[in-house]
């Protein structure tokens, strides 16, 4: 993943959800593009710590890009999901409200989603609440029902759409930390900190909370991205709190509030915090904000226990403003700016793919269809999904399937050679990848089998195994 120079028409910078989306639209043109990030792996920015939420596109108005782009997004979940094979269900939302007040935001909320075109919105009252979510607290008075809200994996999604983008030509180059950029005649040279250089005749700045010191570095507009952080506690999947729905509280006017979620991988999130922060690599959780989630969790679900917490993580939102910042730079020639998405830049996503692509075609790129484009990767089996018999029968051909090597997750050593020989290559890219260390034991018992893989596959050495990249060893000398 590490190498390549050349020259491309498109340049992206950023491999989160945005720049994905981006890549794996153009990757259907006859066009050469390169996916640049700093990170070892894709999805390392904010795309890895969000509430993988596809939000129900009633929270904001239709004068909002964000909530044109959301509302777009998110219908295109289903297909996307049949292409590319990444863990998504509809399991719906319901906002709760507890009081008269919150009745009253209630019908405010109802009555933008209607005038967004939402479909199958529901006002409700407590018996219909209960009904559609049991665990509710019996308190609630009323509240809000939207089918086709749903739950995601969001690094799976951006690990499908890098894999499609890469199936159909686009490159990816990691570890490629743009610092400098010129332009002369009508193309960029942009260079990234190791010496490595590329040109491109488009820039797209899809660099999420640094995509103001990248405009900066192409000298485009000048603007600050500010980090809003948000905490998290998750709960194991044998959590008696575990909900049929995304459960939302009534939003504030800064954000959604503290939610809720039971992950598409069966364990429940509960979160998030919204507090701004100056340091744009502060993920640290803390007690207080423990104690002030559960409160504000248990407030509506009360099953929510303690007990159940397995880790904790925080995502940092990447705000400029009240909305996207998504147009063709004024200043600088062929530079798309792709700024400021904080949420629902996920649920967004997919049509910021297209909207980008819309806006280079505009601008002058031309784009002519593949005759080859293949929009489906293939199916992975994963174990934990497969009765005895069919691991039986897969191990008959691999033994590495019949082999567990993190039992929380039940996740198989050929999985974890499957995720090596896809080039990822650090713990956390395997953790993404394949679940591996996210349960229970957090990585207790698995972490030095994946590294013993990780060694035999590539010739690492231990001290060459990083968590995320960069000086993120796992071990300071050699054993
Ligand atoms: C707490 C929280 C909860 C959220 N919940 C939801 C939700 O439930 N639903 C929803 O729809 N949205 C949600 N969001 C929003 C969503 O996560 C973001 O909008 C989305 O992930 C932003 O993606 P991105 O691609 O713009 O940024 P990123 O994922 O950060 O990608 C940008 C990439 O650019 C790279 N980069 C930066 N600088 C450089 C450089 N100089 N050179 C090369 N590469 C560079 C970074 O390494 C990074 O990988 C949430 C966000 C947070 C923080």
Redo the contacts with the bound molecule.
Sequence with gaps: MKTGSGRYDVCI????????NIARRLSAYELDVVL????AD??????????????GGFHHGRQHLKARL?IQ?AMMFDRLRQELDFPFKRCGIVVAAFHEDEMRAIEQLYMQGVDNGVIGIEMCSRERMLELEPKLNPDVLGGLWVPGGGIVE?YRF?FSLVESARKNGVELLTD????AAARSGDEWTVR??DGRSIKARYVVN??????D??SA?FGAEEFAIKA?????YLLDRLSKARTERVVFPVPTSVSKGMLV?PTVEGTVLI??T?DMVDDKGDAATTREHLEKILSSARAMIPAISENDVITSF?????TLGDDFYIEMSKKVPAFAQ??G?????????PAIGEYVKDLLKKAGLKLKEKVDYDPFVGKRPHVKDLSPYEVDQLAAADPAYANMVCRCEKVSEAEIVEAVRAGHTTLDGIKYFTRAQMGRCQGGFCTYKIMKIIMRETGLSYSDITKNGGESRMLKDEL
Excluded: M, W
């Design positions: 910078v950023g491999a989160g959800v945005c720049g994905a640049v990030d700093k990170y894709v999805s390392f920015g904010v795309s890895k710590g969000n509430s993988g939420i596809i939000h959301e997004g969001p951006v490629f930390k743009v610092s990234a900190e899809a660099a999420g909370l640094f995509a010191e990248v570095v809003r952080k948000g905490e998290y979620i979160g998030p919204a925080a995502g940092l939102r990447p792709v700024a998405i904080q949420s629902p830049g996920l649920t967004a996503s």
